[in-house]
Nanobody
Framework: QVQLVESGGGLVQAGGSLRLSCAAS????????MGWFRQAPGKEREFVGV????????DYTDSVKGRFTISRDNAKNTVYLQMNNLKYEDTAVYYC????????????????WGQGTQVTVSS
């Protein structure tokens, strides 16, 4: 079965950096755009960014542009989220997801989801 497993979350001070990884199995990874979403306590899940199947295009929500970078290694079936200059408001559970239809910003378009990894930014 399809599995997406996130790792790399943790506690970091504001201004610091973290790199999240998402390892995929059970699917043809290069057929899927890969997105990152997050959900803070008491809030709805929101789009963070997405990378196209071959990694040639990325799209980010405005609040993370210039701070977060998504990359992927199709040989390793892994997608990454490099987060720099973290802010308190970036605290959330971060999820990776696979979109077989394209690089969508809408969570309803995603076919598979990971279990999430907690990122906590202390102010």
């Amino acid at each position: 079965q399809v599995q997406l497993v996130e790792s790399g979350g943790g506690l970091v001070q504001a201004g610091g950096s973290l790199r999240l990884s998402c390892a995929a199995s059970g699917l043809i990874f290069s057929w899927y755009a890969m997105g990152w979403f997050r959900q803070a306590p008491g809030k709805e899940r929101e789009f963070v960014g997405v990378i196209s199947r071959r990694g040639s295009r990325t799209d980010y929500t405005d609040s993370v542009k210039g701070r977060f970078t998504i990359s992927r290694d199709n040989a390793k079936n892994t997608v990454y989220l490099q987060m720099n200059n973290l802010k308190y408001e970036d605290t959330a559970v971060y999820y990776c997801a696979a979109d077989g239809g394209g690089s969508s910003r809408h969570d309803r378009d995603y076919d598979f989801w990971g279990q999430g990894t907690q990122v906590t930014v202390s102010s």
